[in-house]
């Protein structure tokens, strides 16, 4: 069956068709590509989409923007097959993606999610390797030293403290997608969150390790504009609280510890700060600074 990639678009239209390109060089033919175009006010991306003669390939637009929450429910409304991926507008598939991720769910198929090798790249598609994301991939390493496929308490206090999925390249069962909802009022972190209920509800993740998966980071992201303003931290602020709540009440205390510590997300604040300070003055890095060193308290 083929692999459901949903693009949930809103951003550079040239981006986007880098993004759609490289699904189109896919060394494995089993995929089906849909856009869906938050209504974003640019006619490009529309006849860039409409252009490409492959069956495979459709675009939806909304009337209205909906934000991102809503584009992601209504991508996993479409979706009508097996094996479900929602694919960031700026990313890139290497040329393997399809058929490595396909051949892992094929391999383990009781995994929910498959977590495939990625490469971090810049804005110009260069491949770098941030500190964050050096440390993501020890935490993912020590989560994987006993195995591959990952679930229970083990797993969600391992996200909780440092979230080392990359949520674009991720490949779902459909079943476990739906199974689980988009969490209102956290665009930023709702990745985390919808993995952390998939696994409190008994879902696993699946690291499969060959690279096939380019992510882009770059300042002009959605998480990368709230972290300077300290909006992003607040509302993984509102998310660990509820997260420590849910854990705790399964019974998975370490979980729950982890969630009020969320110790990586504290330090990653407290390494904006001067660059906030620099770009806002003093009055900026009060919510950075709250967030680093401030924990949660237990209920």
């Known amino acids: 069956m083929p692999l459901d990639i949903f693009i949930p678009y ?83 598939l290497l040329p393997s993606y399809v058929r490595t991720v396909l051949a892992a769910h094929a391999r383990v198929p009781e995994a929910s999610v498959v977590q495939p090798g990625v490469q971090v790249i810049d804005a110009d598609g260069t491949v770098v390797r941030p500190l964050g994301d050096v440390v993501k991939d020890r935490l993912r390493a020590r989560a994987t030293r006993h195995g591959r496929l990952l679930r229970g308490e083990a797993l969600a206090a ?14 779902f069962r459909r079943d476990a997608l739906t199974s689980v909802p988009f969490r209102d009022g956290m665009p930023i972190i709702q990745d985390l969150a919808i993995i952390v209920d998939l696994v409190l509800a008994g879902g696993s993740v699946l690291v499969e390790p060959r690279t096939c998966f380019q992510y882009r980071r770059h300042a002009s992201s959605a998480s990368s504009a709230k972290a300077f303003d300290g909006s992003r931290f607040a509302g993984e602020r509102d998310y660990f609280a509820l997260a420590a709540g849910l854990a705790d009440a399964q019974g998975w205390h370490r979980a729950a510890r982890a969630a009020r510590w969320h110790v990586t997300s504290r330090l990653h604040a407290l390494t904006l700060a001067p660059a906030a300070v620099r770009a806002r003055g003093l009055s900026g890095v009060g919510p950075l600074v709250r967030h680093a060193v401030v924990p949660l308290r237990q209920a």
């Open 158 to 171: 391992s996200l909780l403290q440092a979230d080392w999925l990359y949520w674009p390249s991720l490949s």
């Open 10 to 92: 809103w951003g550079d239209p040239d981006l986007l068709e880098t993004t759609v390109h490289s699904v189109l060089a896919q060394d494995s033919d089993d995929w089906l590509l849909t856009v869906v175009d938050d209504a974003y006010p640019d006619p490009r991306p529309q006849a860039f989409v409409e252009g490409i003669a492959d069956e495979r390939v459709r675009y939806v637009r909304h009337e209205s923007n909906v934000g991102i929450t809503e584009n992601y429910r209504s991508c996993v409304a479409m979706a009508t097959e097996e094996h479900v991926v929602l694919l960031g507008c700026d990313d890139v």
